[in-house]
């Protein structure tokens, strides 16, 4: 039997004509790559992007500073290419910020910045200093309170929000397609008793059953993950179940039954692939408000935690600037959370129109 190329698909004709999906998928593709990438892209790749350089905290977006580079008193450990992409690399060098400088075959003179009007003479041997030992660079989006890089920190903060939608969503699946699944295939007590649990989830809040999560569980990275991802199920179970009761009354279904199949296989092999489409476009909307209420719980601080850098923890730290000189260094992160959610939401959307089998044939 010879198939077509995906890219000659009805499913695959139907999306690419969505154009604000196509842009939607874009820019998620984007983000993911910053997210693997980050490291290698942020022009702070400390650990963290937790370089606090005091003397410049709280600039605007586009400042431009000029550093001077000298040894640090204890040597930086080299790291592996791995650890450099999964943690980033040490800074092998002090950053100190200076206005004017000199230089002499064995010294190096410059004035030290203390604040915008106030600085002072300092003095550094040659074998003290970088290589090249000046280095300007250009904060496009400013910098906090304590002077890190805010496009560094926005930049590796798309890794945190990235990886809480990712886990949220497989856990609910796993959890609610399960459950789900046996629910709507099985039916009579094991019907009521899973539709039970899955009522009584569904009556709690979600913000306070998060709350109640994570202070169990304590506030941490991880600890994020299963807190969301322990609470978003019960929607993924409702709509698994409601697609198996249909289709469990077809023809097809009935002879697995008569071939003498087990239930789990009948379900994973012959019934899950007929269901996968609407499951996918929840699976999107999901991703979306776990994003949401990771960026939430962190501004709330019981979520990521410092140094680690998350969208919502950093509007927390600079929210205050909302209403003083430099209110980007909130809107930045804020600005990032509504791109991605609304790239899922119209991604969803795209994918709830390519699948429908109702629409008229391509």
């Known amino acids: 039997m010879r198939t077509e190329p995906w890219w000659r698909s009805r499913f695959w004709v139907r999306f690419r004509k969505n154009?604000?999906?196509?842009?939607?998928?874009?820019?998620?593709?984007?983000?993911?790559?910053?997210?693997?990438?980050?490291?290698w892209w942020m022009p702070d790749h400390s650990p963290y992007a937790n370089r606090i350089i005091l003397e410049i905290g709280g600039e605007k977006p586009g400042f431009t500073q000029t550093f001077l580079l000298i040894h640090k008193q204890q040597p930086s450990p080299r790291v592996s290419v791995w650890e450099r992409w999964m943690n980033g690399a040490p800074d092998p060098f002090e950053y100190i910020p200076i206005r004017e400088h000199r230089s002499s075959p064995d010294s190096l003179w410059a004035e030290k910045r203390i604040d915008e009007s106030l600085t002072e003479p300092i003095a550094v041997a040659r074998k003290q200093c970088a290589p090249e030992p000046i280095q300007t660079q250009t904060f496009w989006l400013g910098t906090d309170k304590y002077g890190r890089d805010i496009l560094s920190r926005i930049l590796l903060g798309t890794r945190v929000s990235l990886s809480v939608g990712l886990i949220t969503v497989l856990l609910s699946i796993g959890i609610g397609g399960l459950l789900g699944s046996l629910a709507g295939y099985l039916?009579?007590?094991?019907?009521?008793?899973?539709?039970?649990?899955?009522?009584?989830?569904?009556?709690?809040?979600?913000?306070?059953?998060?709350?109640?999560?994570?202070?169990?569980?304590?506030?941490?990275?991880?600890?994020?993950?299963?807190?969301?991802?322990?609470?978003?199920?019960?929607?993924?179970?409702?709509?698994?179940?409601?697609?198996?009761?249909?289709?469990?009354?077809?023809?097809?279904?009935?002879?697995?039954?008569?071939?003498?199949?087990?239930?789990?296989?009948?379900?994973?092999?012959?019934?899950?692939?007929?269901?996968?489409?609407?499951?996918t476009v929840l699976a999107t909307s999901n991703f979306a408000a776990a994003i949401v209420i990771e960026a939430g719980l962190s501004f709330l601080g019981i979520g990521v935690q410092p140094p680690m850098p998350s969208w919502g923890l950093i509007m927390k730290e600079n929210y205050n600037f909302i209403i003083t000189q430099n209110p980007m260094l909130a809107l930045a992160p804020g600005v990032a959370i509504m791109l991605l959610v609304l790239a899922f939401n119209m991604l969803g959307n795209g994918l709830r129109d390519a699948l429908d089998v109702r629409t008229s044939a391509v």
Request: charged content about 10%; overall charge positive; proline content about 3%.
């Open 19 to 39: 154009r604000f999906a196509l842009v939607a998928a874009g820019w998620i593709g984007i983000n993911c790559l910053t997210a693997l990438f980050a490291y």
């Open 187 to 279: 039916g009579g007590k094991t019907d009521g008793a899973i539709m039970w649990f899955i009522n009584v989830m569904w009556s709690i809040p979600t913000l306070l059953l998060v709350f109640a999560i994570t202070l169990t569980l304590g506030k941490g990275f991880w600890q994020i993950f299963i807190a969301i991802g322990l609470t978003m199920w019960v929607n993924v179970a409702r709509l698994v179940r409601a697609q198996v009761m249909a289709l469990k009354q077809l023809e097809y279904i009935e002879a697995t039954r008569v071939l003498g199949l087990g239930t789990l296989r009948t379900i994973f092999r012959h019934i899950w692939p007929n269901i996968i489409g609407p499951v």
